[in-house]
Structures are given as C-alpha cells and as structure tokens.
T-cell receptor, first 112, second 115 residues
Framework: KAGVTQTPRYLIKTRGQQVTLSCSPI?????VSWYQQTPGQGLQFLFE???????NKGNFPGRFSGRQFSNSRSEMNVSTLELGDSALYLC???????????FGPGTRLLVL | ELKVEQNPLFLSMQEGKNYTIYCNYS?????LYWYRQDPGKSLESLFV?????AVKQEGRLMASLDTKARLSTLHITAAVHDLSATYFC???????????????FGKGTHLIIQP
C-alpha cells in the first residue's frame, strides 16, 4: 500500500507570496493532519480534517488554512508568507480520528 | 495546555549499552505515541500506547506507559548504530491542545550510538 505523499517536496518563495501544499493520504484513510516542524519550535499541530471538515486547529494565525476534498486529499495554504514560515510541513493520515497517524515525507518551504 | 517534556534531549552512547528515554506529559490523555525521525526524513511510527501499564516491544526498543504518573519510557537494549535517530513522543486525545485531537510532541531526543 502506498504511503502518504506530499507535493512539492521543496519550495522557495519570497515574503508576501502565498503557497499551496498538497497531501495524498494512504488509501482508505479519511483523516489528514498537518504539522509544522522548525528547529526552534519543534513539531506543532496545524489542523486536522476528517470527511472534508476541519475538526481541529492549532495555534496558528489565520494566514494558515486548509481543506480536504471528497477523495480525502488535502491542501494547506499559507498566505502573505513571512520569513518565520520557513519550515518542514508534514502531513499525516490516519484511518479515523484518534488513530495512529502515518506521516508523509514533508514539504520543505524556504521563505526568502 | 498540554505540555510534553522529553529527556534527555541529547544522548550519546556506545553500542551494546542500555538506556532509557523519558517522556512526561502534563494532563490526562488517552494515547501516547513514539516516533522515530532520521536526518532529513519524515517520522516513522514506532509504538502507540493506549492504556495504563501498556508495554510494547519491537526488536531492541521497548515502550511503556504509566498514565497515573503521566510518564512513558522508551528503553533501548544493547544499542546498535542503526538506532541512531531522533525519537519523539507525542500525546494525543481529547485532552490535548484544548480539545484538539492533534498530537502534541515533545522536543525529541537526539540519539547517537557510537561503534
């Protein structure tokens, strides 16, 4: 069974731009969560989607948003990029909420 | 607010030795996870612990959970170089993050095992 896939794997943007990251969960998984990983803050929860509905959101500004499609694929969007948004963005999928989450390879975003 | 603390944050040990990584969390939760991350890679699920007294073992790694003490341990037996990685514990469930189901991670333990 294929794992969680994320595209693109690497991305360079400049301040003020916006970016959209994509995540395809493991087949049959309906829950998708997003995390930001930085050297300073570690791994932080962004949001979780289940059946196209955002169930939970972490403590991030409104510039961070996401959505989930009917095939469980998910996208996250960051608008008005700041230097501090440079990070590894990880997507994780699970069969349902509160089940073991399996992580994708991540998208490494660099904001210049 | 749920807080998850791991210690040590950095550990250098020799092959063949035993050691334990500790994970403390601040509020009641119904599930605890251990993940491994190799440099430049994503997170690999190692264990999920769901109840007090739960113990799981895979090869040279054994994880346990004491929900009363809000403590989980990851024990490494007779370490080998291939176990060098960063290990994260994460706590999930309704009690985390003000009701969120998202995982709250510790800062990770950077483990180096020297031949």
């Amino acid at each position: 069974k294929a794992g969680v896939t994320q595209t693109p794997r690497y991305l360079i943007k400049t301040r003020g731009q916006q970016v959209t990251l994509s995540c395809s969960p493991i087949s049959g998984h309906r829950s998708v969560s997003w995390y930001q990983q930085t050297p300073g803050q570690g791994l932080q929860f962004l949001f979780e989607y289940f059946s196209e509905t955002q169930r939970n959101k972490g403590n991030f500004p409104g510039r961070f948003s996401g959505r989930q499609f009917s095939n469980s694929r998910s996208e996250m969007n960051v608008s008005t990029l700041e230097l501090g948004d440079s990070a590894l963005y990880l997507c994780a999928s699970s069969i349902g909420v509160q089940e073991t989450q399996y992580f994708g390879p991540g998208t490494r975003l660099l904001v210049l | 607010e749920l807080k998850v603390e791991q210690n040590p944050l950095f550990l250098s040990m020799q092959e063949g030795k035993n050691y334990t990584i500790y994970c403390n969390y601040s509020t009641t939760s119904d599930r605890l996870y251990w993940y491994r991350q190799d440099p430049g890679k994503s997170l690999e699920s190692l264990f999920v612990l769901l109840s007090n007294g739960a113990v799981k073992q895979e090869g040279r790694l054994m994880a346990s959970l004491d929900t009363k003490a809000r403590l989980s341990t990851l024990h490494i037996t007779a370490a080998v170089h291939d176990l060098s990685a960063t290990y994260f514990c994460a706590v999930g469930g309704r009690a985390s993050g003000g009701g969120a189901d998202g995982l709250t991670f510790g800062k990770g333990t950077h483990l180096i095992i020297q031949p």
